[in-house]
């Protein structure tokens, strides 16, 4: 019997704070995040989701349904 071949993420994510255009503003706060595959070791950084699942999907192949596309910001 073949066994499919593991792949292993570690995903971390935190808040990371920039300063407003306004010193009267409190700071922005934006989501950050690192993930390794564990097997190769290769790591990536990435602020959008969009980057996290293109990471994964560079060792995993394109997932057998499509992304929802991308909300609009406003």
Do not use: Y
């Amino acid at each position: 019997m073949n066994t499919p071949p593991q792949n292993t993420f570690i995903v971390r994510f935190w808040w990371e704070a920039t300063e407003a255009s306004e010193p009267t503003l409190p700071p922005h706060k934006h989501w950050r995040g690192h993930v390794e595959h564990i097997q190769s070791g290769n790591v990536r950084h990435f602020r959008h989701i969009e980057d996290l699942l293109g990471f994964i999907e560079e060792f995993l192949g394109p997932p057998a349904f499509p992304h929802p596309p991308p909300p609009e910001e406003t």
